[in-house]
């Protein structure tokens, strides 16, 4: 016992308590305004900057007021230019533990189809995890063929916002635009529906991953946490490490591309 107390008087001094905090998600509709993006086949269409718009507002009407943990922050909610800066400048301030940006593709072969993931660097492992849970969500329950997860070097080019945003960020194409039948599922009213709802879901899930609670907490009453333990790897709950606390153990996960001990253990009620 006298062990075990002393254990926690390091951790108290090194550590104090930490009250949950919110994770904060930014969802970037790409182009705008004078901006089109991809410009429509055919009037009966949309521009790319509508299509992204509309989905975004459909993860919103999915999103907004489900998680009381979860703060997410639109860079547009109606047809504006927003400059590149401007929307790393959101994220950058807040700052977001999450960025992802919605796009659609388009190529000069129009039988090229599916949805593509972008990350910034290879290195960049919780981007490429978030681009994961994304795509794995985009496949399964939109059923979209995805064309992988590709960084600067796969596309010879430099994104400015995952260049520029400092949290996991991801730049998803959400099909193409000069393949005529995502053109015209990307227009449609269920498409979007259905991609919207994978993606808020992979979204949920990597929330989840770096600490969101999504099931019910006693609500008013002050969570209260004390951090044990930050790993480069994933532990087992049941390691010896934690066996010797005699103490319910919690696992979340840090964002921050700089962080290299994103495993955080810790105790306490929740
Ligand atoms: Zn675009």
Redesign the pocket.
């Known amino acids: 016992m006298l062990k075990i107390l002393l254990i926690f008087f390091n951790l108290f001094a090194f550590c104090g308590f930490a009250q949950e905090k919110n994770i904060i998600l930014v969802v970037d509709a790409?182009?705008g305004g004078y901006d089109p993006?991809?410009e429509r086949s055919h009037k009966k269409f949309k521009h790319?900057k509508d299509i992204?718009l509309a989905i975004s507002l459909k993860i919103n009407k999915i999103l907004e007021n489900q998680y009381d943990k979860l703060e997410i922050i639109y860079t547009r909610q109606k047809d504006v230019f927003v400059s590149l800066e401007d929307r790393v400048f959101i994220a950058n301030d807040k700052p977001a533990d999450f960025f992802v940006s919605l796009?659609?593709n388009s190529n000069p072969n129009s039988s090229i189809s599916g949805v593509q993931i972008h990350i910034h660097h290879e290195s960049f492992s919780k981007s490429e995890l978030l681009a994961k849970t994304i795509e794995k969500e985009l496949t399964e329950k939109a059923k979209r063929i995805s064309r992988g997860i590709l960084n600067y070097k796969d596309r010879d080019q430099h994104l400015f916002v995952l260049q520029n945003t400092k949290m996991s960020s991801v730049l998803v194409?959400m099909g193409f635009l000069s393949n005529s039948e995502e053109e015209k599922y990307l227009n449609s009213e269920a498409g979007q529906q259905e991609i919207a709802e994978a993606i808020a879901s992979g979204m949920v899930k990597y929330a989840e991953k770096i600490g969101l609670k999504t099931k019910a907490s006693k609500s008013g009453k002050k969570v209260f946490k004390v951090q044990i333990k930050a790993s480069d790897k994933k532990m087992a709950l049941d390691h010896k490490f934690f066996e010797k606390l005699k103490m319910e153990v919690e696992e979340s996960f840090s964002s921050k591309e700089d962080d290299i001990l994103p495993y955080k253990y810790s105790v306490g009620n929740s």
Do not use: L, R
């Open positions: 790409g182009h993006g991809t790319e992204v796009h659609c194409e």
